[in-house]
């Protein structure tokens, strides 16, 4: 029996003991106590309204209720770049010409930028291996999108995801060995941790300001740029069937692509609805459905068969439980699929 639901106080030794499993190239998702302790405390000031929208990060847990264990976990960043520079590769394009010689080249380029410093984050996005199972993966990661739908006026015109970049099965990061470390000297895995901690200073005075020519890097690191990590890719699908797409960011240490879309073009601010519990609104419909609570402090989220029916949802006992509501009270649906004959 699992939920999704604002993340508490006392998560943090759960939470710790679930970033162990994450792995290289997810900086925000350290198991460092001081670092999610910190970050669980911005949580929860950020449900409870208490710290401004800007510096909230908005933290989920998906909580396996019968085992009292943390299956997974998600977060929404209200926005980036504010309190310590935001970077990212941006793709662009240089021309050559010379009459004279009848040559015309065009060649990437990479120019180091702050272009989406203030955008809303989608990150942290993690799933416990044994968990990893039916629609959980799919609806752990569309759980923010209700949120967002649900309380829209917190957050940015500009939505952001950053996909975790290539790697080989061994930890080789082809883009950062091609690139990065010939200017920052040290083991990928050691940036990263650096990232993670927010120490972030050492990006703008050891990295080149000028563009770099894509041409000038070894193969494999270009043939990964704008690749994700193999683990990541059921997770971009899922971001671009909900209205994320790539424009040519990318981050500079890992080449993994940053998704990008604005607010109102979501699947969910377009599709969602808020729907009434009601135990008589039975649907002949059985298609999986999201449904979240409207509550900010104690924010759930379930996925259930029951189809909302003209403004109005029957629920299960179970279900209501879950979510912590109760007949009458409103609650805000989304079909977990995305319908293929909705034209948008």
């Not at 010379?98 to 380029?109: G, K, P, Y």
């Not at 993966?137 to 649900?150: D, H, M, N, P, T």
């Not at 972030?200 to 690191?221: C, G, H, N, T, W």
């Not at 981050?251 to 519990?277: H, K, M, N, T, Y």
């Amino acid at each position: 029996m699992l939920v999704i639901r604002a993340i508490q106080a006392g998560d943090l030794d759960a939470l710790i003991d679930l970033a162990t499993q994450v792995g290289s190239g997810m900086t925000t998702l350290k198991p460092d106590r001081e670092m999610l302790g910190a970050r669980v405390e911005c949580a929860v000031a950020s449900f409870a309204g208490t710290i401004p929208p800007e510096k909230r990060d908005y933290m989920f847990v998906m909580e396996d209720v019968e085992n009292h264990r943390l299956a997974g976990i998600c977060a929404i960043k209200g926005s980036v770049g504010l309190d310590e520079p935001f970077y990212n590769y941006r793709i662009g394009t240089l021309v050559h010409s010379s009459r004279e010689l009848n040559v015309f080249t065009r060649m990437d380029t990479l120019y180091l930028s702050n272009d989406l410093t203030g955008s809303t984050e989608l990150c942290s996005l993690f799933l416990q291996p044994d968990y990893r199972a039916g629609n959980n993966g799919k609806w752990l990661s569309k759980s923010r999108f209700l949120f967002i739908a649900q309380f829209q006026q917190l957050f940015t015109e500009k939505i952001i995801a950053e996909m975790r970049g290539y790697q080989s099965e061994d930890g080789y990061v082809p883009f950062y060995e091609g690139l990065g470390r010939h200017f920052f000297k040290m083991d990928f895995n050691h940036v990263d941790q650096l990232t993670a901690l927010g120490k972030k200073s050492f990006i703008a005075e050891l990295m080149p300001r000028q563009p770099l020519y894509v041409d000038y890097l070894p193969e494999d690191a270009r043939e990964t740029i704008g690749k994700v990590h193999a683990n990541t890719v059921p997770a971009r699908r899922l971001l671009e069937s909900e209205g994320m797409h790539f424009e040519g960011y990318v981050d500079i240490f890992d080449a993994g692509p940053v998704l990008q879309a604005r607010v109102s073009e979501l699947r969910a601010l377009r599709e969602s609805a808020l729907a009434v519990v009601d135990d008589a609104a039975v649907s002949a419909e059985r298609e999986p459905v999201i449904v979240s609570n409207t509550t900010m402090t104690d924010f759930r989220v379930i996925l259930t068969q029951s189809n909302p029916v003209n403004g109005r949802i029957a629920l299960t006992e179970q279900d209501q439980r879950l979510l912590r509501c109760a007949s009458g009270d409103q609650v805000r649906t989304l079909a977990l699929n995305v319908r293929k004959n909705v034209h948008g």
